[in-house]
């Protein structure tokens, strides 16, 4: 159901399971966490430099495989924090930058993988939201952060109460997501600029990842947030990509970064 590829630097994992819009039970969580694992142990060895995640088939991921759940025996605590929230730890804490290509559904635990990602781009008819209206659940996997941190308290209870989805295009303009692009060129396009940022310097790459990680998570202020970037450039000054990307620069020609 999780497919691995990796290739010219790049890990895409693909979710699988397009019959049903790769919907994920426990079990696909699992695997996901170890298809993660082994994909940042291909960091380590220098074989992967950066993640592309996507869906295969209408739907990038409807969320939760639902189909065989009985509510009276449904252990939600143990799904959603003991599966759900670990991996989308574990997948933003990955060592390299991440991408995610996203088209059709994205709902649910498919917009908690979206949220755990560093960059998302969207197809123009994605679509993303809170239908948990229509099943007398409450929205989940970071759901209530995303959308009360980009589009206000107004609107995303107007989104929960009523269970509107927006397109892909509109979750760019409000700032959900980064790019919007026609659905037939997503994956392709994707690909082509994943694989511009794997050739790039990683570590510098993870440093900032890190960075708006700890001004998103800690709320810092601007001169605690450039303490930290001092920091990080004074680390990153022992690199070899530092070193290439500047004598690259006084001998005018383009760099050869290793990662």
Not at 138 to 144: C, E, F, I, K, V
Request: glycine share 10%; hydrophobic share 45%.
């Amino acid at each position: 159901m999780i497919d691995l590829h990796i290739a010219n630097g790049i890990a895409e994992v693909v979710l699988n399971a397009p019959e049903k819009m790769n919907a994920l039970d426990a079990e696909a969580l699992g695997e996901l966490s170890r298809v993660y694992e082994n994909a940042a142990h291909s960091v380590s060895t220098g074989e992967v430099r950066a993640l592309l995640l996507r869906g295969e088939g209408r739907g990038f991921c409807a969320g939760r495989d639902i189909s065989g759940v009985v509510p009276a025996d449904d252990d939600v605590q143990g799904y959603l924090g003991g599966l759900v929230e670990p991996l989308m730890r574990q997948m933003a804490d990955f060592p390299a930058p991440t991408f995610a290509a996203v088209q059709g559904a994205c709902l649910g635990v498919g917009l908690g993988l979206a949220i755990a990602t560093d960059v998302v781009y969207v197809a123009d008819n994605a679509k993303i939201g809170s239908p948990f209206a229509n099943l007398g659940a409450t929205l989940d996997s970071g759901g209530h952060w995303l959308f009360t941190e980009r589009l206000g308290a107004h609107r995303t209870l107007d989104m929960v109460y009523t269970a509107e989805l927006i397109s892909g295009a509109e979750a760019v303009r409000s700032g959900l997501f980064s790019r919007a692009m026609p659905a037939e060129d997503l994956v392709e396009a994707s690909r082509g600029i994943v694989g511009k940022v794997a050739l790039g310097a990683t570590q510098a790459f993870v440093a900032s990842k890190q960075l708006v990680a700890e001004i998103r998570d800690q709320r810092l202020g601007l001169w605690e947030s450039m303490a930290n970037e001092n920091r990080a450039q004074d680390a990153l000054c022992a690199t070899n990509d530092y070193a290439e990307g500047f004598k690259a620069f006084q001998e005018k020609r383009k760099p050869v970064f290793k990662g």
